[in-house]
């Protein structure tokens, strides 16, 4: 389980397609405080460390996850959001993020706000019912509070707030119209989504 508080910016080293796709992580963190089979969060992407060097960790990116999540993401030279797992007794600062993508969400508009950037995020209807006004959500990892939401046809829009912390340490810095992004509802609401469909049948 993770929090949605970023503590690192790493950088894609090297890719190399193996039976699944191996991937060498550039970090800050100091790789000797981590075990091998531990869990990192990378841009919301629970993966297994599998290697490491002095200032690297490599992990194995199934086809079955490569399909589900924003696929640039993992490509030489990408910059990804990291995050440690939550360790009991932990300041929980943002809200409980399995690391599990339910959709790859498209930014389809940015507007300076005061300080902040307010993004519009599209994402597949069939998600839409996890995601709620003042609800929080985790964009590429990050967690956030979700502004408005709306239901368009076959897609649901919703919109958040990235304040200049956010933006500086994170990769949402430096947003864009047309990026893709890594969205996970909230973890509460899948599940009582998931009942009420069972109910429904």
Same mark, same amino acid.
């Given at each position: ?32 405080? $981590?075990?091998?089979?531990? *869990? @990192? &969060?990378?841009?919301g992407v629970c993966l297994t460390v599998v290697d490491k060097g002095a200032d690297w960790f490599a ?17 030489e030279g990408a910059k990804l959001n990291l995050e440690r797992s939550l360790r009991l007794g932990d ?12 959709s790859v969400g498209e930014v389809t508009a940015v507007h300076s706000e005061g300080d902040s950037t ?12 996890? $995601?709620?006004?003042?609800? *929080? @959500? &985790? ?63």
């Amino acid at each position: 389980m993770f929090t949605g508080i970023v503590t690192d910016i790493g950088t894609v080293r090297t890719a190399e397609q193996r039976g699944d796709l191996r991937l060498e992580i550039e970090t800050g963190y100091d790789t000797a405080t $981590i075990d091998l089979g531990a *869990s @990192i &969060a990378c841009s919301g992407v629970c993966l297994t460390v599998v290697d490491k060097g002095a200032d690297w960790f490599a992990v194995d990116v199934s086809g079955e996850t490569v399909s589900r999540t924003a696929t640039d993401h993992w490509r030489e030279g990408a910059k990804l959001n990291l995050e440690r797992s939550l360790r009991l007794g932990d300041e929980l600062g943002g809200h409980i993020v399995a690391g599990h993508v339910d959709s790859v969400g498209e930014v389809t508009a940015v507007h300076s706000e005061g300080d902040s950037t307010r993004i519009e995020i599209r994402v597949s209807r069939q998600i839409g019912p996890m $995601i709620a006004p003042k609800g *929080s @959500i &985790a964009l590429d990892g990050v967690s956030l509070t979700v502004n408005t939401v709306a239901d368009v046809d076959d897609s649901t829009s919703f919109t958040v707030n990235i304040i200049p912390h956010t933006g500086q340490q994170t990769t949402l810095g430096q947003i864009a119209v047309g990026r893709q992004l890594n969205v996970e509802g909230d973890v509460l609401a899948r599940y009582i989504d998931r009942m009420l469909a069972s109910r429904a049948q």
